[in-house]
């Protein structure tokens, strides 16, 4: 079967000709349906600029929006190639990579990767999961939930059905109960047996104090029943672990408010991981808050020729469980343009938030809502030592630390970690609250991600000594630490002209 539907190029098979080898491999990469990639431990042959024929080849398929598969040997990553190991990342955060033992593993992952493949493109016969009929009674459908859903749709998306005698003819107009048997999709949205279709068919949520997921959380929930259920139990859960800010009572007794994450965004992110999952897989949709962030994962990974960074932008909507995002588009949970993604990041943009992330992590699909501006990427970006890092970690999760606090946690001597505090206020990342440097000073997360240009403006610069004199305070400083009990080794300086 895969004999006729695909030829296989490998550049190690072609004879010798006129052009450069990477004119030949790049031009294959580029115009391929499907570029597989198998990553070891040697990272190979680099070219002027470092990069290896592989990673080129990958980046052109990027490039050309190609089909990629990546299969990784299962082995410890001490034994790669430092390159090997950054390349490996890279993929992972684009495509679902693979690993595998031997030949007969590699053999089997590639053959269940290419059916896939064939049946995205239709040419293998499989319905979608949502469409698929099940064996279950019809008593599992709640006859009033159908009877609300058809009201909503009509409301918000204009829909007319035909007046029907009962909850089984409305769902036949919806696609939904097909030759007296109903569709997964049916369980899974107007009952409360979804996982009677779907093993993994919950939402797991998760809170934790700090950055990391280090037991034990403060709160854990998993939400079961339909998929709307699912959905607004998880949204519930985030907004009500997410800070609050109180705007000013200007027009009346009401005063706005308004949470650290839209709750547009929180929203979006959600029910697109309930609705685009993977239904197949037994893993449940993941929902962490943390100090710094939320991350919503799902099984599953982005449709075939759509990469991470066009979520950026205007793109097609690829639904992988078409009967489910046709009932939550009617609903009003969803729409069907493609504008979610890019509505979270106008959302994230207007509070003053950095742009959601989006990446593949392993079998998981997962986006990370930024609670503050304080983010990793910003941090690494900041040439921070180890006890500034450790330092602003302790004050995401607690929301300030003072002198002793980070003495405590580095190690640090006193003056060191006065140096080290100041560091992070002239940065902008900290502010000073509660009195000066000493006593009684504390530390907190500046409100705001700092203008480099601003603070460079606002640091004033120290007037530079004259060669040979010292002002008047480094000297008696200079003869208290020189002389025994403040004894005169070094003169007093003399009053600056």
């Known amino acids: ?80 190639h430092p390159k090997m190991v950054q390349f490996i990342r890279k993929v992972e955060g684009q495509v679902t990579r693979r690993r595998f033992v031997g030949a007969a593993d590699l053999t089997a992952e590639l053959y269940r990767s290419l059916i896939k493949i064939l049946e995205d493109e239709g040419v293998l016969a499989a319905r979608p999961f949502d469409a698929s009929q099940n064996q279950l ?60 279709v779907a093993r993994g068919a ?35 859960f985030v907004m009500d672990r997410l800070a609050l800010s109180v705007g000013v009572r200007d ?20 029910i697109n991981a309930v609705a685009h999952r993977n239904y197949r897989s037994a893993s449940a949709v993941q929902v962490t808050v943390f100090a710094d962030r939320v991350e919503v994962s799902n099984p599953g990974e982005l449709p075939r020729g759509l990469t991470p960074e066009q979520l950026r932008g205007p793109h097609s909507s690829i639904p992988q469980n078409p009967l489910l995002a046709e009932a939550l588009f009617l609903s009003g949970y969803i729409e069907k343009s493609g504008t979610g993604t890019t509505e979270m990041i106008r959302q994230c943009k207007a509070a ?49 630390i003072d002198n002793t606090a980070y003495q405590d946690l580095t190690g640090a001597s006193k003056r060191t970690a006065t140096r080290d505090l100041g560091e992070l206020v002239e940065k902008g990342i900290l502010v000073r609250t509660g009195g000066d440097m000493g006593r ?23 007037p530079a000594a004259k060669r040979g004199q010292k002002g008047a305070k480094g000297a008696k400083t200079a003869a208290k630490t020189r002389g025994h009990k403040g004894a005169t080794t070094a003169k007093k300086a003399k009053k600056p002209k």
Not at 148 to 161: D, G, I, N, T, V
Not at 203 to 222: D, F, I, M, W
């Open 440 to 462: 009684g000073a504390g530390y907190q997360k500046a409100k705001a991600r700092p203008d480099p240009a601003e603070r460079r403006a606002a640091t004033p610069k120290r």
């Open 1 to 80: 079967m895969f004999r006729r539907q695909f030829e296989v190029f490998l550049f190690e098979d072609e004879p010798a000709q006129d052009r450069g080898a990477p004119d030949i491999y790049l031009a294959k990469a580029g115009d391929c349906d499907v570029y597989v990639a198998l990553l070891g431990i040697a990272y190979g042959f680099e070219d002027d600029e470092g990069v290896s024929p592989t990673e080129r080849e990958f980046d052109r398929a990027v490039a050309r929006r190609r089909h990629r598969l990546a299969f990784v040997k299962n082995i410890s990553d001490h034994y790669r």
């Open 251 to 270: 027009a009346g007794p009401q005063v706005d408010t308004s949470a650290e994450i839209p709750h547009a965004a929180v929203a979006e992110a959600i």
């Open 202 to 236: 919950e939402v797991n949520c998760q809170h934790y104090a700090g950055t990391e997921a280090l037991r034990p959380s403060l709160s854990h929930k998993v939400f079961g029943g339909s998929v709307f259920d699912q959905a607004d139990a998880a949204v519930a």
């Open 352 to 400: 003053g938030l950095p742009e959601p992330t989006f990446e593949q992590r392993g079998d998981q699909w997962t986006v990370t809502l930024w609670r503050d501006w304080l983010t990793d990427a910003y941090i690494a970006s900041a040439s921070l030592n180890a006890r500034q890092i450790a330092a602003l970690a302790a004050v995401k999760a607690k929301g300030a």
């Open 137 to 196: 009674s019809f008593d599992l459908i709640d006859a009033d939930r159908v009877e609300e859903f058809a009201k909503l749709a009509a409301s918000k998306r204009q829909l007319r059905l035909k007046k029907t005698g009962g909850a089984k003819e409305t769902l036949a107009q919806l696609d939904l109960f097909d030759e007296n048997a109903l569709t997964n999709a049916a369980v899974l949205l107007f009952s409360d047996a979804s996982k009677r």
